[in-house]
């Protein structure tokens, strides 16, 4: 497994195309934005007011304004391993105060496997499309554990086996897949690792473009139209309460 230049953390670099492709509207608008919002739908227990939110693999700081805006927290932790990621996260975090947005912001660099964060120093842990990326996922979902306060919750959205090893996904970004999980692996993981929730705050989306095969074409002309249950799920989105 690869290692990067800085450190012995185990990881896969990402190629040109999918650095890139973090900056596109298509990110911004059919990935990020959709995600939050499906997450914030699956909550139902009470946050705080003005919570502490960590942004676990906040890469380019997209997510920023659009976390800021749904769920007012009073400072957000950016934490991400790729630091040239991190120079324009603080670029962002930069406009989101000068619009007016008052959250706080800390941008550190480190691996999800070891937070650079106090113990139950957070009321949201936000995870979005990271995990497939990571090397050492129970260790980071251990982590995420350890920073929550008791009772916090843990944001997760992320895409499966399924979409990642397709092959046009194979074709133009990196990625461990030997880590991959199904929808239900992930949900297993996330149950064994500390923390809480039902039927209710779980999303399968299928949306057009986790659907690699055809982008969700044969749907559109009627052809085709898996259902749940008997379709290979795509993205797995879960509000998770971190049990005592």
């Keep these: 497994m690869p290692s990067s230049e ?13 650095v890139w492709f973090l900056r596109t509207h ?12 499906d997450l914030k739908r699956l909550i139902d227990v009470p946050l705080p007011e ?12 997209i997510s920023f304004r ?43 660099h480190g691996d999800c496997a070891t937070l650079p964060v106090q113990d139950a120093s957070a009321d949201i ?15 980071a979902l251990a982590e995420f554990h350890r920073v929550l306060k008791p009772g916090g919750l843990l944001l997760f959205a992320e895409s499966t086996d399924a979409y990642i090893k397709s092959w046009v996904i194979r074709l133009l970004f990196r990625h ?10 992930y949900l297993d993981m996330i149950r064994n690792g500390g923390f809480a929730f039902s039927e209710r705050n779980v999303s399968l989306p299928y949306l057009w473009w986790s659907r690699a095969t055809d982008f969700g074409l044969f749907e559109r002309l009627g052809l085709h139209r898996p259902q749940p249950g008997k379709r290979r799920e795509t993205l797995v989105n879960v509000a998770a309460v971190k049990r005592a």
């Design 6 to 18: 800085t450190s012995s953390v185990p990881y896969v670099p990402e190629s040109a195309f999918g």
């Design 176 to 185: 461990p897949m030997h880590v991959q999980k199904s929808a239900q692996g």
């Design 125 to 139: 842990v936000f995870c979005h499309q990271t995990f497939h990326h990571l090397v050492e996922q129970e260790r």
């Design 26 to 37: 298509t990110w911004e608008h059919h990935v990020l934005r959709v995600a939050i919002n």
């Design 50 to 61: 003005q919570p502490v939110l960590v942004d676990a693999g906040c890469g380019q700081g």
């Design 66 to 108: 659009l976390l800021t805006e749904a769920f007012k927290p009073s400072r957000i932790v950016g934490v991400d391993f790729h630091e040239p990621s991190l120079t324009l996260a603080a670029e962002a975090a930069r406009a989101c105060r000068e619009r007016h947005l008052v959250t706080a912001f800390e941008l550190l």
